[in-house]
């Protein structure tokens, strides 16, 4: 029986290139397992201090007008409060700031943007492939309500664009209080999606 000696050698790259590809793999899914649970774990901690503080705020209501606390920015990274879309299942913590750690972990208010309890146009950030995977489904007369110490805001959809990266017009006050969610876009893009899909939503009378 002949034996071709330069099959050997082409045998054993592949074997190679295969081990290689698998551990590739194996080292990718890793990864996206222990973001998905960084995240996980940093919204229930978050929704828990949340909920705690807010139960002492309730609590505090009946303190002297003089001996409650001024509303102040919330710290670089520290939570805003929820953001909830009940019909498409959206249920996500806001951080201030939209750095890459702030939107591994949360949703992200953008800087420079009203905070819910002020007027004008409030921009809050997500990524595509998390927790704002579900905007792809989302349509006019759906309700957001935004809940921080200060209050809940409710706010209903009332458009979706999609624009280019550099197209900051979406974030500029609009003349009413308004919400400005933020993604990524085409959704199953893979790598750096080139748009950016855009939801508009005007603040609905009493919170």
């Known amino acids: 029986m002949r034996v071709s000696l330069g099959s050997v050698p082409a045998r054993r790259t592949l074997k ?32 828990r201090d949340f909920a705690r503080e807010l139960r002492l705020k309730e609590g505090n209501k009946a303190a002297p007008v003089d001996s409650v606390a001024p509303v102040r920015t919330p710290d670089r990274h520290g939570v805003v409060g929820s953001l909830e879309i009940p019909r498409i299942g959206v249920s996500a913590m806001v951080v201030e700031g939209v750095d890459d750690g702030d939107l591994k972990r949360a949703v992200g208010h953008i800087p420079g943007t009203a905070l819910p309890w002020e007027p004008g146009n409030v921009g809050i950030a997500g990524h595509r492939d998390t927790f704002f995977r579900p905007l792809r489904s989302i349509r006019p007369d759906d309700t ?39 993604t990524c876009f085409p959704f199953e893009y893979v790598g750096s999606a080139p748009k950016r899909f855009i939801v508009r939503a005007d603040r609905l009378s009493g919170r």
């Open 16 to 47: 190679l290139a295969q081990n290689a590809l698998t551990m590739v793999g194996a080292l990718a899914l890793g990864y996206c397992l222990a973001v998905f649970l960084e995240a996980e774990f940093y919204q229930h901690g978050a929704a």
């Open 144 to 182: 957001i309500t935004v809940s921080t110490l200060q209050g809940a805001y409710r706010y209903g959809v009332v458009s979706t664009s999609v624009v280019g990266p550099e197209d900051i017009r979406v974030l500029y006050p609009a003349g009413r209080d308004s919400l400005t969610l933020v």
